[in-house]
């Protein structure tokens, strides 16, 4: 179905795989497209209740390929508003959970892409790296947002300005990742991490990430006024009822993600 990415689901889990490893799976313009298409196609099947993004190979994504623009001849406003921008919106717009499974270097774009995932796991060969002042260009596809909102913005700055690689154990320690795993084992138990949030209400879960991400950027007002509208909606879904008889019969919820 795609040319530079893989994409199946097993277990209830979208598993999208960038698959370029030869190039160590950097970025095109086909591959930007497939992976916003793939998201979409994820949000809307009912089968689908977490959505794990990693890459093939040694890689989890190394940015840009250079090759596309090498030629010094680049509109770069035009091609990150037409490539990259609905891409990481995307990401937002997907009310499921996304996990980012980070077997090996993410840098520049690949690791912004990495910041926009809900959840980021990490091979201890792993390391992030926020390599775009190294060729003179600004952290984009969503870098100068995500940075400073995960680690603070004078962390974000040195991040920024020195290109320096953070270690899959510095990462975790900054708050960049939420957990390292041994790279012998990466891929089980990031799958494991997986099927779990794929167990829990699906629905409650997407409105839980909607609310969050928007508090993010309102007051307190604005924000309890949001919850309110959210919990209205999260109450009327058949988890909500799961969850509550579960409880009153002292068992373990059954979730079907409605």
């Given at each position: 179905?795609?040319?530079?990415?893989l994409y199946?689901?097993?277990?209830g889990?979208a598993?999208?795989?960038m698959?370029r490893?030869?190039?160590?799976n950097?970025?095109?313009?086909?591959m930007?497209?497939?992976i916003t298409d793939a998201?979409?196609?994820?949000?809307?099947?009912?089968?689908?209740?977490c959505?794990?993004?990693?890459?093939?190979?040694?890689?989890?994504?190394a940015?840009q390929?250079l090759g596309?623009?090498?030629?010094?001849?680049?509109?770069?406003?035009g091609?990150?508003?037409?490539?990259?921008?609905?891409m990481?919106l995307?990401?937002r717009?997907?009310?499921?959970?996304?996990?980012?499974?980070i077997?090996g270097?993410?840098?520049?774009a690949?690791?912004?892409?990495?910041?926009?995932?809900?959840?980021?796991l990490?091979s201890?060969?792993?390391?992030l790296?926020?390599?775009f002042?190294?060729i003179?260009?600004?952290?984009d596809?969503?870098g100068?947002y995500?940075?400073?909102?995960i680690?603070?913005i004078?962390?974000?700055?040195?991040?920024a300005?020195?290109?320096?690689k953070?270690?899959?154990?510095?990462?975790?320690?900054?708050?960049?990742v939420n957990?390292?795993?041994?790279?012998e084992r990466?891929?089980e138990e990031a799958?494991?991490?997986?099927?779990k949030?794929a167990?829990?209400?699906?629905r409650?879960?997407?409105?839980?990430?909607?609310?969050m991400?928007?508090?993010m950027?309102m007051?307190?007002?604005?924000?309890?006024?949001?919850?309110?509208y959210?919990?209205?909606?999260?109450g009327?879904t058949e988890?909500?009822?799961?969850?509550v008889?579960?409880?009153?019969e002292k068992?373990?919820?059954r979730?079907?993600?409605r």
């Open positions: 179905m795609y040319d530079t990415i199946e689901v097993t277990d889990i598993v999208l795989t698959n490893p030869d190039k160590f950097a970025f095109t313009a086909k930007n497209k497939e998201l979409k196609q994820a949000q809307k099947d009912s089968e689908v209740r959505i794990l993004l990693t890459g093939a190979g040694r890689a989890f994504n940015g390929d596309e623009v090498s030629d010094g001849n680049v509109d770069f406003g091609f990150l508003r037409d490539r990259y921008n609905p990481i995307q990401f717009k997907t009310e499921k959970p996304i996990i980012a499974a077997n270097v993410a840098a520049g690949g690791m912004s892409i990495a910041l926009a995932c809900d959840i980021r990490a201890d060969k792993a390391s790296v926020n390599a002042v190294n003179g260009l600004v952290p596809s969503g100068c995500f940075l400073p909102r680690v603070g004078g962390k974000a700055l040195e991040l300005m020195t290109g320096e953070v270690p899959a154990e510095e990462a975790l320690r900054l708050g960049l957990q390292v795993y041994p790279a990466f891929m799958m494991a991490y997986a099927r949030l167990s829990l209400p699906t409650g879960i997407g409105l839980i990430k909607r609310t991400y928007k508090g950027d007051d307190l007002e604005q924000t309890l006024e949001y919850e309110a959210a919990q209205e909606v999260a009327s988890d909500y009822q799961e969850g008889r579960a409880f009153m068992r373990a919820p979730f079907t993600g």
